[in-house]
C-alpha cells in the first residue's frame, strides 16, 4: 500500500478553525494523561492554569499586572520577528537583540536618569534601544548581502554574544560599570524604578496599566497596515515569496533587505526599552525567553499580526498560568508549560499540515 | 475529521472519570491528615521560591527543599496541602516579584527565597506585603519585622574535612590538594570555604599546598571534572575538594585513585573508594526554627523578634553544618581529631579564623598555641591570639586567601 500526499482546495475557514482547536484540545489531552500519571488532578491543574489562579484571590490584579507585563514583549518581540520571517529572513537572533536593547536603555537610563526629566530619559531609552538593537541585528543582515552567509547560524551565535555581554556586565564590579550596586560586596543590578518608569494608568481601586500597552497595540496596528497596505510591505512579501521575481521586477533587494533587518531588530529593541523602563532593573534573565519564544509565537500565529497578539496572549496564559497551577502541585514543576507549549506547537504544525494537503491513498494498477 | 472528534470525546470522557477518582482520594487523603494537626497549625501555609526545579534529584535546590520539606513533617505540617512553590525563578526582580505575587495569592505566611540575587526583590516584597515573613538565604539583608536572612557557618564543616584531607596527606605522602570552586575571592562564600578547608589540613600538615581552580559558575558539571582532572594531572594533586554542585571532581579523584572531600550532600555513594568526608549542610534545623518562630509569633511584623536576630548564622553548635559519616578511606585517628576539634567549635573556646592555631598529629591529639592568621599574601589578617574575624567579615568582604593557598 503506498500514499500520497495531495494539495487540499481551501478549507473554510471555520473547518481551519476547528483543527486548529482541535490540535491544541489533543495536546491538552495529552498532557492530562501526564499529569494524570504522576498524580495530579488534571481537571484541576487546567482551571488553575486558565484561570490563572485569580479565583478566590486577593490580589488578582497582580496577576493581571505581572500577565500583562510578560505578555508585551513577547507581543511585540514576535511582531519583530514576523517581519523578518514574512522575506523569508531567519532572525532567531531575537535574544541577542532584546539584550543588547536591555543594556542601552539600562545605560541611558542610569545615566541620564538623575539629571534629564523622566520623559525624556523614556524617550531616549526607546530611541537608542531601538538604534543598538537595531544595528545588532543588521550585522548578520550585511553579512547574509555582502557574503551569502547564513542568517540562521548568525544571529543564533549572536545570542550567546550578546549573552555574555550581558553576563560580565552583571559580574564585573569595576568603576565603569555602572550598572553594579556600589555598596553590594556581592555583584547586584542597580535598581533606577524610582528614578525611571514608565506611566501608569490606574483602573479601578489597585489595577494600574502600564502605558507601554497602548503603545504596543498602536505599533501592533502600524506594523499590519506596513505590511498590508504600504509598497515597502509589499516588497517585503515579494521577497519572501521569491528573490528572484523580486530582483525582474527592478526590486533593490539587498536594500529592502537591510532595512526590515533593521526594522524587526529594532523593534526587539523597543520591546526591550519597555521592559527595562518598566522593570526599572536589568538581570542576567531579562529577556524571559521571549526571543525563543517569540518564533513559536510567529510560526502558530501564521505570521498573521492580528493573529499573533491573540496567540502571545495565549501562550502567556499557558505560561503564567503554569506557574500558578505548579506551584499548588509538587509533582509538577514550572517547566511543564514549556512542554506542554512544545506537544501544542507540534500538533498545530501537523494540523496546518492536515489543513494544506490530504493523504490520499494509492490503489494497486493506478 | 468526525472520527478524530469522537476520539477526543471519548478520550476526555476517560479523563474525566479517572479524574473524578483522583479527587475523591485527594480529599480523603487531606481529611486524614486535618485530624493529626491542630487547627492552627492546619492554616499555616510555606512558599518557597527556588532558582532550580523541586523535583532535582541532587544540588543546591534539592538541599532546600529536602530541608524544608523535612522541617514541615517534623512539625506535623502536610507537605501536599500546605506547601507552595513557585521554582525555576531566575534571578530577575520582575519575575521574583511575580513569584512572590503567585505565593501571596496563595495566602502563604511565609516565604523562602534561596538564591542571593532575589536580595531586592524580596526586601521590596517585604514592604509591600507586610502580613507576610521573607526570609532569605545566603542574603545580607533585613528589616525588624518580617524579612531576615539566613546562611550557615559552612567554614566550620570544612575545616572538620580539612583535618580529614590533612591526614590523608600525610598518609600518602602527598601533599598536593586540589580544590574546584565556583568562585575564589569573588565571594565570601567561596573564600572562607577555601579559607576554612585550608586550615584544616594545615593544622595537621604544614607542608600541604590547596591548588584552587575556578569554575566562575556555581554549576558547571562539564567542567568540574575537567578541572578535577587538570588538577590531578598538572598539580599532581593527591586529594580533590569541591564547592560546586556535582559530584563529578569526587568521580574523577576516584577514576585517578586518588582521594576526595565533597561538598552539599555525602558523596561516598558517588566514590565509594575515593570519598572521605563531605561538608554537609542540614537545612531542616534552620527550616523548623523558622517555621516554628512564624507559627508562633502571632502576626508577621513580630517575627524577626522572635527570631532574636535578623541574620540567622548556625553553624556545628546548632548541627546547621556538619560532616557526612566518615567513609573506610579516611586515615586513623581521622575520627577522634575531628570530635577534639568539633568539641572545641561547639563549646565556643575555639574558632577557625582566629589568632589561636590548632595543631593535630597523625595519632589525633591537638594542642592550641597563638599563632596569626595571615594572608597568602603575608598580611597579617588577625595577630597571634587575637579574636575569630567578625561575622561579617566571613560572609561578606572575606576577599583573600590564607598562606598556603594558591589559584591554580
Known amino acids: ?176 560599570n555602572l550598572f553594579l550596586q556600589e555598596t553590594s560586596s556581592r555583584p547586584v543590578f542597580v535598581n533606577f524604578s524610582d528614578t525611571v518608569a514608565f506611566p501608569t494608568i490606574k483602573i479601578g481601586a489597585k489595577f494600574e496599566l502600564n502605558i507601554c500597552f497602548i503603545l504596543a497595540l498602536i505599533i501592533g496596528i502600524i506594523i499590519f497596515i506596513y505590511l498590508k497596505h504600504t509598497k515597502q510591505g509589499y516588497e517585503v512579501s515579494v521577497i519572501g515569496d521569491s528573490a528572484g521575481t523580486a530582483k525582474y521586477a527592478g526590486m533593490k533587494v539587498n536594500r529592502i533587505v537591510l532595512r526590515t533587518v533593521f526594522l524587526s531588530a529594532s523593534l526587539i529593541g523597543l520591546a526591550a526599552a519597555f521592559k527595562v523602563g518598566t522593570a526599572g532593573v536589568l538581570s542576567t534573565a531579562i529577556t524571559d525567553d521571549v526571543g525563543w519564544t517569540g518564533i513559536i509565537v510567529a510560526w502558530l500565529a501564521q505570521l498573521n499580526t492580528g493573529m499573533i497578539f491573540i496567540v502571545a496572549a495565549l501562550i502567556c496564559v499557558l505560561q503564567h498560568g503554569s506557574t500558578v497551577a505548579a506551584a499548588t502541585y509538587a509533582q509538577v514543576d514550572s517547566s511543564f508549560a514549556n512542554m506542554l507549549q512544545g506537544i501544542i506547537l507540534f500538533l498545530v504544525l501537523a494540523a496546518d499540515f492536515f489543513i494544506r494537503f490530504r493523504i490520499v491513498r494509492v490503489k494497486k494498477g493506478e | 475529521m468526525k472520527k478524530f472528534i469522537a476520539l477526543f470525546l471519548a478520550a476526555l470522557m476517560l479523563l474525566s472519570f479517572a479524574a473524578c477518582g483522583d479527587t475523591d482520594t485527594d480529599t480523603s487523603d487531606a481529611a486524614s491528615t486535618g485530624e493529626s494537626s491542630s487547627a492552627e497549625k492546619a492554616e499555616f501555609k510555606v512558599g518557597a521560591i527556588y532558582i532550580n526545579s523541586k523535583n532535582d534529584t541532587a544540588g543546591y535546590t534539592f538541599a532546600h527543599h529536602s530541608g524544608i520539606t523535612s522541617a514541615m513533617k517534623q512539625l506535623g505540617l502536610n507537605v501536599d496541602t500546605q506547601l507552595f512553590i513557585v521554582d525555576e525563578v531566575p534571578e530577575d526582580p520582575e519575575q521574583v516579584r511575580a513569584a512572590v505575587d503567585t505565593l501571596v495569592g496563595k495566602g502563604v505566611n511565609i516565604i523562602f ?125 593527591g586529594i580533590i575538594t569541591q564547592h560546586c554542585d556535582s559530584a563529578q571532581p569526587q568521580i574523577a579523584a576516584q577514576d585517578a585513585n586518588i582521594f576526595g572531600c565533597g561538598y552539599n550532600s555525602d558523596m561516598t555513594a558517588d566514590a565509594p573508594k575515593a570519598h572521605l568526608t563531605a561538608a554537609i549542610w542540614h537545612w531542616d534545623v534552620y527550616y523548623k526554627t523558622a517555621m516554628e518562630a512564624a507559627m508562633s509569633c502571632g502576626t508577621a511584623d513580630k517575627f524577626v523578634s522572635t527570631m532574636g536576630t535578623p541574620a540567622y548564622y548556625g553553624g556545628l553548635k546548632e548541627n546547621f553544618v556538619d560532616v557526612s559519616p566518615l567513609s573506610e578511606n579516611c586515615a586513623p585517628n581521622t575520627d577522634t581529631a575531628i570530635k577534639a576539634v568539633r568539641e572545641l567549635i561547639i563549646s565556643g573556646e575555639w574558632d577557625v579564623f582566629s589568632g589561636v592555631k590548632l595543631t593535630i598529629t597523625a595519632e589525633g591529639t591537638v594542642t592550641k598555641a597563638d599563632a596569626a592568621l595571615v594572608d597568602n599574601a603575608g598580611n597579617e589578617i588577625v595577630a597571634a591570639g587575637g579574636a575569630s574575624v567578625a561575622d561579617g567579615v566571613i560572609t561578606g568582604t572575606m576577599n583573600y586567601y590564607v598562606a598556603g593557598v594558591v589559584e591554580a
Open chain 1, 1 to 176: 500500500m503506498r500514499f500520497h500526499v495531495v494539495k487540499r482546495d481551501n478549507w473554510p475557514l471555520w473547518k481551519r478553525a476547528l483543527a486548529y482547536l482541535a490540535a491544541v484540545v489533543a495536546a491538552l489531552v495529552i498532557g492530562a494523561v501526564i499529569l494524570l500519571a504522576i498524580g495530579v488532578d488534571p481537571l484541576d491543574y487546567y482551571y488553575q492554569l486558565f484561570t490563572m489562579g485569580t479565583v478566590g484571590n486577593k490580589i488578582a490584579y497582580k496577576t493581571y499586572m505581572n500577565y500583562i507585563k510578560e505578555f508585551l514583549p513577547l507581543a511585540i518581540t514576535s511582531v519583530a520577528l514576523s517581519l523578518a520571517f514574512k522575506m523569508r529572513f531567519w532572525n532567531i537572533g531575537g535574544e541577542g537583540q532584546f539584550i543588547m536593547g536591555s543594556i542601552s536603555a539600562g545605560y541611558i537610563a542610569l545615566k541620564f536618569g538623575a539629571s534629564l526629566p523622566v520623559w525624556l530619559t523614556l524617550v531616549l531609552m526607546c530611541v537608542v534601544a531601538m538604534l543598538v538593537a537595531g544595528i545588532y541585528g543588521l550585522i548578520a543582515g550585511f553579512l547574509k548581502v555582502k557574503f551569502g552567509t547564513n542568517e540562521t547560524l548568525m544571529t543564533l551565535m549572536m545570542n550567546y554574544i550578546a549573552l555574555y555581554v550581558l553576563y560580565f556586565i552583571g559580574e564585573t564590579k569595576a568603576d565603569w
Open chain 2, 113 to 237: 527565597g534561596i538564591s542571593f540575587g532575589y536580595i531586592d526583590a524580596l526586601e521590596a516584597a517585604a514592604k509591600e506585603y507586610p502580613d507576610v515573613i521573607f526570609s532569605h538565604a545566603t542574603g545580607y539583608k533585613s528589616n525588624e519585622t518580617n524579612f531576615n536572612n539566613y546562611f550557615g557557618r559552612a567554614y566550620q564543616a570544612r575545616y572538620l574535612a580539612g583535618i580529614a584531607a590533612g591526614l590523608k596527606s600525610l598518609q600518602t605522602g602527598n601533599n598536593n590538594i586540589g580544590y574546584v570552586a565556583a568562585y575564589g575571592t569573588e565571594y565570601a562564600e567561596t573564600a572562607s570555604g577555601i579559607n576554612g578547608f585550608a586550615l584544616g589540613v594545615q593544622a595537621v600538615n604544614p607542608n600541604a599546598t590547596v591548588y584552587v581552580k575556578k569554575l566562575n559558575a556555581w554549576a558547571d558539571e562539564v567542567n568540574e571534572s575537567a578541572f578535577a582532572k587538570e588538577l590531578i594531572s598538572s598539580y599532581n594533586c
